[in-house]
């Protein structure tokens, strides 16, 4: 009991510094810019970069419209499976795992020879149009991430009897969609929302290729060219990551307790 | 009856290769209430869900009030549901539940709220309209969930097994509800379940089902006394079934283990020597002598329960057993296991089973 409990806490330790020690050091480093003395001089520099502020708010844009593409496409999708073709469901599963295993170059490069500004589908021939397909290709990466939430989130319902209780008192799809099955997965949908969130923010491949203003390329640039900032850099993008990730924690919390299940 | 409102016509349903419900024909009178009773598995829900509008009949016709339903969508049928899950909107309070329905038809807010109001008294809830479903016991949430299903004053209310959640003081008591509100609105109400007790107390008429197929359609007091099938006998209430032999079909004569006995519903085309069975049930066979021409036959007492009013006796006599009951009278203590009794019981109590379709 007792050296088992010893074990515990040494493994315990030893992860804890395998993740900690690197991210002190670079806070720490971070802190240096100023000879002699520690100092938020870097941070100071980073956040007023017009740079880091333009290609920041770039892809809290993209992000947004990748949160509401991915929304829009997975919350129907997920629920008519669940609703109409349960058999489907590990087949559908499988499609939205795709993304961890195909890697995005791949994808950008198909994306390049395929809407190129000669095919049928130019999307790369205007910013818009390459802006938008930076949405679709981030829509894709997170998908397995908003999939498995918002299925997760359904798990929870009674989909099938919830949508015939509405039904029967004369709603239509769009109604059932917004008004029952929304409402009641919606902290599993902002929780696969901040995870799209944290996933486009630090982005490179795909927004680099298609060479897009996106904070990761910046962050890259950055990294190559500078001392301190990219230490500071990657502290705040640590912070972001974080702060997504407690919110999902504290959402999760609020999650609407079920009381459609017989007790 | 009164006039038919809600009329079920022919109807069919198959999955693939398995027929679930058969030849299913039923009109059913405005405001009367109609309980499907059956087995698991024997396409009760299946009906429900047809009149609902959830599942299309393979062939058939439903109509509520001379318009045929059947092409119509659950939403477009104005008809009132209660699951066995209650389905609360978990989102929403007992109030928007409530109002759910009314939105959905565009009802103006104060009006709604009117309803919603009446729906709340009507259901005794009146303080609880703030709350959410979790906050409230199964009864609470079923109670919540008829408000919900009667706001919108559908024409036709279903409800699938509505108590089978519920822990058994609440069933009793709300089914009595339910019966009281359905009779209050003359609202025309069909009411699946497969506890006989529960189909029996409340509804005008029941529908014994078995297998897909209706099985004898009555009231209450026929099912139990009359029933027209084997199934109907064995399912309804508890049925001794004893094995003998025909000794006079001219005079319904029956050997059972050697006693002879009467039926006199008359015994069919038998002749003497043809096995038969014959069916009794446990309150119609008595320990006390009233004299007439009642059948008598000795037996001894092999297990006595005691259920509170009643006490059920198991009652054998040589290859035969009955379950009897007698009532419970501090004055009057139960016979004792292995005592010797006389089991006395009306000719016309006697259930000839081989005169019954085998279902
Ligand atoms: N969607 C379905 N696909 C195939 N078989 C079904 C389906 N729904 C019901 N059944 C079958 O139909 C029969 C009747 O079911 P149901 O109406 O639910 O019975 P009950 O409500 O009387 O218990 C059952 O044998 C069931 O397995
Ligand atoms: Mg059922």
Known sequence: ?263 | MAETFLSIRGVQKSYGPNVVVQDFNLDIGRGEFVSFLGPSGCGKTTVLRIVAGFEEPTSGTISIGDRDVTNLRPNQRNIGMVFQAYALFPNLTVAQNIGFGLKVAGMAKAEAARRVAEMLELIKLQKFGDRYPYQLSGGQQQRVALARALAPKPRVLLLDEPLSALDAKVRVSLRDEIRSIQKELGITTIFVTHDQEEALSISDRVVVMSQGRMEQVGAPFEIYNFPKTRFVASFVGTLNVLNGKVADPAKGTIAIDGQDIVASRGLGATKAGDSMSVALRPESAMLVDLGGGRNRMRGTIEDVSFLGSVVRLRVRFTDNTILMDTFNSPNFPPPARGQTVTVIFAPEDVLVLDGLEAA
């Open chain 1, 1 to 263: 009991m007792k050296t088992s409990r010893l074990w515990a806490w040494i493994t315990f330790g030893v992860g804890a510094a395998y993740f900690l020690l690197p991210l002190i050091a670079t806070f720490e480093f971070s802190l240096r810019m100023r000879r002699g003395v520690y100092s938020f001089d870097a941070y100071r520099s980073v956040l007023g970069d017009p740079y880091f502020q333009a290609t920041f708010f770039y892809s809290v844009l993209v992000a947004v419209f990748t949160i509401l593409l991915g929304v829009l496409l997975v919350v129907p999708t997920a629920y008519w499976i669940r609703l109409r073709m349960p058999r489907f469901r590990p087949v559908v599963e499988f499609i939205t795992l795709l993304p961890l295993v195909i890697p995005a170059i791949v994808i950008v490069f198909g994306y390049i020879r395929m809407f190129g500004s000669s095919s049928p589908l130019p999307f790369l021939a205007s910013t818009r149009g390459a802006d938008a397909l930076l949405v679709i290709g981030y829509a894709t990466l997170a998908l397995p991430y908003m999939y498995r939430a918002v299925d997760t989130g359904l798990a929870t319902i009674d989909v099938r009897t919830l949508t015939e209780a509405a039904q029967i008192l004369g709603a239509g799809w769009t109604r059932i969609v917004i008004r029952v099955i929304l409402p009641n997965v919606l902290i599993a949908v902002l929780s696969g929302a901040f995870l799209t969130f944290a996933i486009v923010i630090g982005e490179f491949t795909m927004a680099s290729l298609l060479n897009r203003p996106a904070f990761g390329p910046y962050l890259q640039n950055i990294g190559a060219n500078r001392a301190y900032e990219p230490s500071a850099l990657a502290i705040i993008a640590f912070a972001i990551t974080w702060g997504c990730m407690s919110i999902i924690q504290i959402l999760s919390r609020f999650a609407p307790k079920s009381a459609n299940q017989p007790r």
